[in-house]
T-cell receptor, first 110, second 117 residues
Framework: RKEVEQDPGPFNVPEGATVAFNCTYS??????FFWYRQDCRKEPKLLMS???SGNEDGRFTAQLNRASQYISLLIRDSKLSDSATYLC???????????FGKGTTLSVSS | DADVTQTPRNRITKTGKRIMLECSQT?????MYWYRQDPGLGLRLIYY???????NKGEISDGYSVSRQAQAKFSLSLESAIPNQTALYFC????????????????FGPGTRLLVL
């Protein structure tokens, strides 16, 4: 099992749609979880951390299921500007570095 | 001014040449990282440094070396470049330990596009 796995997509959705991305991770000892966003040919930027109780930031909701080693990101009311690649990130077994998933590509159209 | 800068932004070189990619940060972070990104493979960690005297190999360190000249500077060298080192290279810093959230955030530079012919 790869350390961090994501559906690569692409997800093609119309403006206003709700879209969900899923991610699984292999290291049961991971303690830190994130979603990063990467625009085409740009650097990754932190979108949000993921907390055990789940957390929301505007139209974005992140959930963590430790038992299933599963992380999700829900985007409501999609905007054109949400088009990007979304990277699922967890810390490594030693807790010394972050492991990045390959990313899920979202394309929002008008 | 950007907090994490990388030079050069683009580089074309030939097989066998030695090249250096440089990274500077003004964030005052101790932790710095070098990644490469290839289509379909995502970001992979090359080397990381927790302070000036601490250098660690990442997932794919073969063919690379690094130098942490100061807290603010972390350079990546390809001693003898080969075509499969063609990639997008990112430097990053980390705010570990994060003051409020308890979770570190990594801040990336704009990347260096390297083409090895």
């Amino acid at each position: 099992r790869k350390e961090v796995e994501q559906d690569p997509g692409p997800f093609n959705v119309p403006e206003g749609a709700t879209v969900a991305f899923n991610c699984t991770y292999s290291n049961s000892a991971s303690q830190s979880f994130f979603w990063y966003r990467q625009d085409c040919r740009k650097e990754p930027k932190l979108l949000m951390s993921v907390y055990s109780s789940g957390n929301e930031d505007g139209r974005f909701t992140a959930q963590l299921n430790r038992a299933s080693q599963y992380i999700s990101l829900l985007i409501r009311d999609s905007k054109l500007s949400d088009s990007a690649t979304y990277l699922c990130v967890v810390n490594n077994q030693a807790g010394t570095a972050l492991i990045f998933g390959k990313g899920t590509t979202l394309s929002v159209s008008s | 001014d950007a907090d994490v800068t990388q030079t050069p932004r683009n580089r074309i070189t030939k097989t066998g040449k030695r090249i250096m990619l440089e990274c500077s940060q003004t964030k005052g972070h101790d932790r710095m990282y070098w990644y490469r990104q290839d289509p379909g493979l995502g970001l992979r960690l090359i080397y990381y440094s927790f302070d000036v005297k601490d250098i660690n190999k990442g997932e794919i360190s073969d063919g690379y070396s690094v130098s942490r000249q100061a807290q603010a500077k972390f350079s990546l060298s390809l001693e003898s470049a080969i075509p499969n080192q063609t990639a997008l290279y990112f430097c990053a810093t980390s705010d570990f330990p994060a003051a409020s959230s308890g979770q570190e955030t990594q801040y990336f530079g704009p990347g260096t596009r390297l083409l090895v012919l």
